[in-house]
């Protein structure tokens, strides 16, 4: 019997009567009888499948690439997939059933295979379709509208009036109501259209403000994710600190976690000290190993090394950062690179560190000239001082 927010998603009546419940009160077990209405996203998602696989034997055929892929399970799976990454999701492959092209090195995750060519998603008014590699957009890399994070796998993406709206596989995923393995509760999605509110959506293992959130179905629980915390892998099965998988949780300062208080935990890849409260992290809960999020799945996770992509017409390679013995620094902040990935342009070699580099040193090219000439200032001003000293 509480009021409805106009930010909260809900059901409606098709009649256009009053009726309306929220979408956390509709789902409950004693109220909704599990039924879902021929149309729907989930059905569509069902009928969708035999549209871009079809098995033909052992060999299966996907749109999104030319060659035949073969269904492996279990070991043999994980003997084939080692250090591979799905071409979808662009997570590792560590478990299950996979897709493979025996040709190539190509794979996909089962589920990421079986994903519909067209949706219609409840964060954006249009339909929207998958697009493989194949028929990309020509950059090579795109921004999810949802968590506002780069990838180079599939996407969908809507072509109604030019609205340039494109949402990564993981975000299209997330399906209400969402069990997060860092919270006893369903999640479910609220939306704020006015970006410049004073009291905008933080979400609580990050700290950053976003429009988009994932929130507590109990009225008297706060907790809140964005979606770019929220679609976090919760488990990795492989680790090279730890022979155990690795859960996704939260690191509270005044939590105990198998008598070890969280203040005293340590990640085991950078070696600093677990110090924000309500941060995400990764841990193991037979012997307590502890590993922050960056650390094992990196900055740009979503990001391939042997990638090519294309920036204002400028080709840029991906290159691994991992026990490299150079010496990478950014061209345009002139700070090492320690980064897992660095970003090297092939006409001239220079070195960028992240994706908002390089793209900060092509938006400069295409400023007015005096705003070209001070910002080209303020980036080497270092070099400028030693200069006036010599």
Same mark, same amino acid.
């Given at each position: 019997?509480?009021?409805?927010?106009? /930010?909260?998603?809900?059901?409606?009546?098709?009649?256009?009567?009053?009726?309306?419940?929220?979408? #956390?009160?509709?789902?409950?077990?004693?109220?909704?009888?599990?039924?879902?209405?021929? &149309?729907?996203?989930?059905?569509?998602? $069902?009928?969708?499948?035999?549209?871009?696989? @079809?098995?033909?034997?052992?060999?299966?055929?996907?749109?999104?690439?030319?060659?035949?892929?073969?269904?492996?399970?279990?070991?043999?799976?994980?003997?084939?997939?080692? &250090?591979?990454?799905?071409?979808?999701?662009?997570?590792?492959?560590?478990?299950?059933?996979?897709?493979?092209?025996?040709?190539?090195?190509?794979?996909?995750?089962?589920?990421?295979?079986?994903?519909?060519?067209?949706?219609?998603?409840?964060?954006?008014?249009?339909?929207?379709?998958? @697009?493989?590699?194949?028929?990309?957009?020509?950059?090579?890399?795109?921004?999810?509208?949802?968590?506002?994070?780069?990838?180079?796998?599939?996407?969908?993406?809507?072509?109604?009036?030019?609205?340039?709206?494109?949402?990564?596989?993981?975000?299209?995923?997330?399906?209400?109501?969402?069990?997060?393995?860092?919270?006893?509760?369903?999640?479910?999605?609220?939306?704020?259209?006015?970006?410049?509110?004073? /009291?905008?959506?933080?979400?609580?293992?990050?700290?950053? $403000?976003?429009?988009?959130?994932?929130?507590?179905?109990?009225?008297?629980?706060? #907790? $809140?994710?964005?979606?770019?915390?929220?679609?976090?892998?919760?488990? !990795?099965?492989?680790?090279?600190?730890?022979?155990?998988?690795?859960?996704?949780?939260?690191?509270?300062?005044?939590?105990?976690?198998?008598?070890?208080?969280?203040?005293? !935990?340590?990640?085991?890849?950078?070696?600093?000290?677990?110090?924000?409260? /309500?941060?995400?992290?990764?841990?193991?809960?037979?012997?307590?190993?502890?590993?922050?999020?960056?650390?094992?799945? &990196?900055?740009?996770?979503?990001?391939?090394?042997?990638?090519?992509?294309?920036?204002?017409?400028?080709?840029?390679?991906?290159?691994?950062?991992?026990?490299?013995?150079? $010496?990478?620094?950014?061209?345009?902040?002139?700070?090492?690179?320690?980064? @897992?990935?660095?970003?090297?342009?092939?006409?001239? &070699?220079?070195?960028?560190?992240?994706?908002?580099?390089?793209?900060?040193?092509?938006?400069?090219?295409?400023?007015?000239?005096?705003?070209?000439?001070?910002?080209?200032?303020?980036?080497?001003?270092?070099? #400028?001082?030693?200069?006036?000293?010599?």
């Amino acid at each position: 019997q509480e009021s409805v927010s106009e /930010n909260y998603e809900g059901y409606t009546c098709r009649e256009r009567c009053d009726y309306v419940a929220h979408a #956390f009160c509709a789902t409950r077990s004693e109220v909704w009888d599990k039924r879902v209405p021929r &149309g729907s996203l989930e059905c569509a998602s $069902s009928e969708l499948i035999d549209d871009h696989i @079809e098995i033909e034997g052992i060999a299966i055929h996907h749109f999104s690439h030319n060659h035949k892929l073969t269904r492996l399970h279990g070991d043999a799976a994980q003997v084939k997939m080692g &250090g591979q990454v799905c071409q979808s999701c662009i997570l590792p492959i560590d478990m299950g059933s996979f897709l493979y092209c025996k040709q190539c090195g190509f794979s996909l995750h089962d589920t990421c295979g079986r994903l519909p060519r067209r949706i219609e998603h409840m964060l954006h008014r249009h339909p929207l379709i998958l @697009e493989g590699m194949r028929r990309k957009i020509k950059e090579g890399v795109f921004t999810c509208s949802v968590c506002n994070q780069d990838s180079c796998g599939f996407m969908y993406r809507c072509y109604i009036d030019d609205c340039e709206f494109y949402m990564d596989v993981k975000c299209a995923s997330f399906v209400e109501a969402f069990n997060h393995t860092a919270h006893q509760h369903p999640l479910f999605l609220e939306q704020r259209f006015d970006i410049g509110s004073s /009291n905008p959506y933080k979400c609580m293992a990050c700290g950053l $403000s976003s429009t988009i959130i994932a929130v507590c179905s109990d009225p008297h629980c706060h #907790f $809140s994710l964005d979606l770019k915390c929220a679609t976090l892998p919760g488990q !990795l099965l492989k680790c090279s600190y730890d022979s155990h998988p690795l859960t996704l949780s939260l690191a509270r300062i005044d939590d105990v976690h198998n008598g070890t208080p969280t203040s005293s !935990l340590w990640c085991e890849m950078c070696g600093e000290k677990i110090k924000k409260t /309500n941060l995400l992290i990764y841990m193991c809960n037979a012997c307590c190993t502890t590993v922050h999020v960056e650390c094992i799945l &990196g900055r740009h996770r979503y990001i391939k090394t042997g990638h090519k992509i294309e920036i204002n017409g400028a080709e840029v390679d991906i290159v691994s950062n991992k026990g490299s013995a150079d $010496s990478w620094y950014c061209h345009e902040c002139q700070r090492l690179c320690q980064g @897992e990935l660095v970003f090297i342009r092939r006409y001239n &070699g220079r070195c960028f560190c992240s994706t908002k580099c390089l793209r900060s040193f092509f938006d400069t090219r295409l400023l007015p000239p005096n705003e070209a000439l001070a910002r080209f200032k303020r980036t080497y001003e270092h070099y #400028f001082r030693i200069g006036n000293r010599i």
